[in-house]
T-cell receptor, first 111, second 116 residues
Framework: GNSVTQMEGPVTLSEEAFLTINCTYT??????LFWYVQYPGEGLQLLLK?????DKGSNKGFEATYRKETTSFHLEKGSVQVSDSAVYFC??????????FGQGTRLTINP | DAGVIQSPRHEVTEMGQEVTLRCKPI?????LFWYRQTMMRGLELLIY????????DSGMPEDRFSAKMPNASFSTLKIQPSEPRDSAVYFC??????????????FGPGTRLTVT
């Protein structure tokens, strides 16, 4: 079945550091890929998405590129801020099926 | 847009009591999802509805859990009787699902349930 594997957390960085959170997936066909973010005490929010190979999703300085050849959708940001501290979830969806989430990666940014 | 609305935001109850969680999805959305989140198990999909019909309830932990969606604007998740291990944050999410298209989900703020 479909599955998503994320980089183990927690991840701790200093402000203005470069961020990468790895995400790989297993799916038949061509799923849509998502990154969701969960800030403390809140529900998940869609951060960005990509619906086909080589698409790049971007939002709030975050980017992720749909790489079919490596079945990956790594999340990157060039310069993180304290306000980016949250839990990040990679997810996939195929057709009308439900979302399949990774286990989440907790990110802490220190000033 | 009001977003997905959940109530109550916090619930504290004693073991053995009935608990009812409520959700109002975003107007126009045709799919609704109930999730449970704990430190130990992460985010788990309990059940989802499409056009008010339950499609997949394989994530419902046991018969003590039940969910209904009587109309497009309201759903409930009931636990009876509740147990301490049910303590978690319960999220409701909704989406507009089409066979083609991303169909991203919009999450409510969650209900934090504590069973003592």
């Amino acid at each position: 079945g479909n599955s998503v594997t994320q980089m183990e957390g927690p991840v701790t960085l200093s402000e203005e550091a470069f961020l990468t959170i790895n995400c790989t997936y297993t799916a038949t066909g061509y799923p849509s890929l998502f990154w969701y973010v969960q800030y403390p005490g809140e529900g998940l929010q869609l951060l960005l998405k990509a619906t086909k190979a080589d698409d790049k999703g971007s939002n709030k300085g975050f980017e992720a590129t749909y790489r079919k050849e490596t079945t990956s959708f790594h999340l990157e940001k060039g310069s993180v801020q304290v306000s980016d501290s949250a839990v990040y979830f990679c997810a996939l969806k195929q057709g009308a099926q439900k979302l399949v989430f990774g286990q989440g990666t907790r990110l802490t940014i220190n000033p | 847009d009001a977003g997905v609305i959940q109530s109550p935001r916090h619930e504290v109850t004693e073991m053995g009591q009935e608990v009812t969680l409520r959700c109002k999805p975003i107007s126009g959305h045709n799919s609704l999802f109930w999730y449970r989140q704990t430190m130990m198990r992460g985010l788990e999909l309990l059940i989802y509805f499409n056009n008010n019909v339950p499609i997949d309830d394989s994530g419902m932990p046991e018969d003590r859990f039940s969910a209904k969606m009587p109309n497009a604007s309201f759903s409930t998740l009931k636990i009876q009787p509740s147990e301490p291990r049910d303590s978690a944050v319960y999220f409701c999410a909704s989406s507009l699902v089409a066979y083609r298209g991303a169909g991203e989900q919009y999450f409510g703020p969650g209900t934090r349930l504590t069973v003592t």
